[in-house]
């Protein structure tokens, strides 16, 4: 098999704010790995947060290169996932790339699009969401109007996040999703949940620092709205806790090291009888057609990653006032342009 990885900066349509910092670009890198005849494709971003950057995926690429251009072609995804974990612990984000860029060439071997190995195609599918960052509350407000959506996660973490919910009530009915990335207190988010339940907010998403677990297991118990693990959630062995914690849990590819321990994830989280949504980053369609493979087995999706941006650099699938549009093609059906 032949390993490559590129480069590029994506320019997003707006700036986009959550409550840690703004991004106008968004560098990624797309990996593709070939057997000659089929092409599978990953994607894995730069994120400050997660101690991602352009320098350590480079480095793990050219660690990881030669052990995946040795490897028997028809090897199962999960296996190849098992033997390059521990070359990879440092880097998960770069281990997503791989995994999913391996995961989309099997399916392809196997002339099948990804999603049939783990769904019959009588699912039905949930919308996507359309994100709207931190913004004054009129470019929020406009934001809306120009792209209209059923369903909006709406980024908050501000002095005035239930006015810019009320506002944002005023050009829309379409469901709220908020998401505070870690910037509420117990006592606010019990609050907010409150008056957020009354203005048709669906869930909330990370309220509180992620290691707050004491803070986390108050606000399950109390809260009327549910509660949904996003950075809480990172990994496998965090399922488990977050289980006891929260209503549900948001999976990023990227986070946990792609679809292979993803789809351990989703089994372990519906054993336990709690919600399961998968999310995006700021990425190119590359990543957000192997995250879409998964939607036949999740209650929420947040794909609106490519939506965002100026232009894209990819094919594959697209949305349709928020529903899934897969391409007729195998694989996760995407490909550079």
Known sequence: MKLSA???????KNPFTISRYTVTTQKTMVVSISDGKNTGYGEATVNPY????????????????????????T?????????IEPELADNYFALCAIDCAYWDLYARQQKKTLREFWSNHNQSLPKTN?????????????????TPWPIYKIKLGT?????????L??????????????????????????????????????PLHADNWSGMQIVKEKSVLPIIADESCQKLVDVSKCIKTFHGINIKLMKCGGITPALQMIHQAKMAGVKVMAGCMTESTIGISNITQLAPLLDYIDADGALLLQEDIATGVTFQEGNIIFPNKNGAGSNLI
């Open 6 to 12: 590129h480069f590029f900066e994506l320019s997003l």
């Open 50 to 73: 997660y101690d991602s950057s352009v320098e350590r995926l480079k480095k793990s690429i050219e660690k990881i290169k030669p052990i995946i251009e040795r490897v028997n072609a």
């Open 75 to 83: 090897i199962h995804p999960e296996e190849l996932w098992k033997n």
């Open 130 to 146: 359309y994100t709207i960052g931190i913004d004054s509350i009129e470019v929020m407000k406009s934001k809306i109007k120009q």
């Open 159 to 167: 002095q005035n996040d239930l006015d810019i919910i009320r506002s």
């Open 169 to 206: 009530r005023t050009v829309t009915n379409a469901i709220f999703r908020v998401d505070a990335n870690c910037a509420w207190t117990v006592e606010e988010t019990l609050h907010n949940a409150k008056i957020l339940q009354k203005l048709n907010v669906e869930f909330i998403e990370q």
